[in-house]
């Protein structure tokens, strides 16, 4: 386990990622092809900003970050909203063709997987209203008494579901990735 942690983090830092969690995004769209060029993001839970910077290397045209921690990402094409999801104004978000979460509680040496879950799920209800048709969505959600119910509602909504973990995910973790491609637009 620590040798895992060792490598993706060394490799972060070696690579110039701000966080170990980019490997995560880039397995899982070199899978699903998520990010295209020109594509508008909305990422949720952004900081510090490996997600940010992978999306940018993808040639994404605008990044919007949302976070209640700072972003160290300063380029032209990232928006940083510096907010906690619970309060934000969506209607000031734009419309995305892709919308990812990697939003998880900050963990005072104990894990809340309701916290959890709820952070999950308000990415959902956030990326249901600012997604354009067709667009793609990824969503971090920890394994819990919520994640069977969550899959199948996220399923309704798009063309293609599949649920996922990638490599750099540590083993004795219960994240897990789910993947909605096709967004059938909210009609459910
Ligand atoms: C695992 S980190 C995201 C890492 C990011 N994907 C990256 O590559 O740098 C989860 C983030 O969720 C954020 N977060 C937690 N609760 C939040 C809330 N209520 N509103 C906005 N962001 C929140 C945390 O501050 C943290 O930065």
Request: hydrophobic letters at 40%; aromatic letters at 12%; charged letters at 35%.
């Amino acid at each position: 386990m620590i040798k895992r942690k060792d490598f993706y983090f060394k490799k972060a830092k070696k690579e110039g990622f701000l966080a170990r969690s980019a490997y995560k995004l880039i397995e899982l769209n070199g899978k699903y092809n998520l990010i295209r060029k020109n594509s508008d993001v909305l990422d949720i839970g952004c900081s510090p900003g490996g997600w940010v910077q992978v999306c940018l290397k993808l040639h994404a045209r605008r990044v919007v970050g949302i976070d209640i921690e700072k972003a160290k990402i300063k380029d032209s094409r990232f928006e940083f909203v510096n907010e906690d999801v619970n309060e934000i104004d969506v209607a000031k978000l734009g419309k995305f063709d892709v919308v990812l979460s990697d939003i998880s509680p900050k963990t005072k040496g104990f894990f809340d997987s309701e916290e959890s879950a709820d952070l999950s799920r308000k990415a959902w209800k956030i990326a249901v209203q600012v997604l354009k048709p067709k667009g793609n969505f990824l969503c971090k959600i920890f394994q819990g008494a919520e994640f069977d119910e969550f899959c199948r509602e996220l399923r309704k909504y798009f063309y293609f579901f599949k649920i996922s973990k990638p490599k750099a995910s540590r083993k004795e973790s219960r994240e897990m990735y789910l993947i909605g491609k096709g967004f059938l637009g909210d009609t459910k």
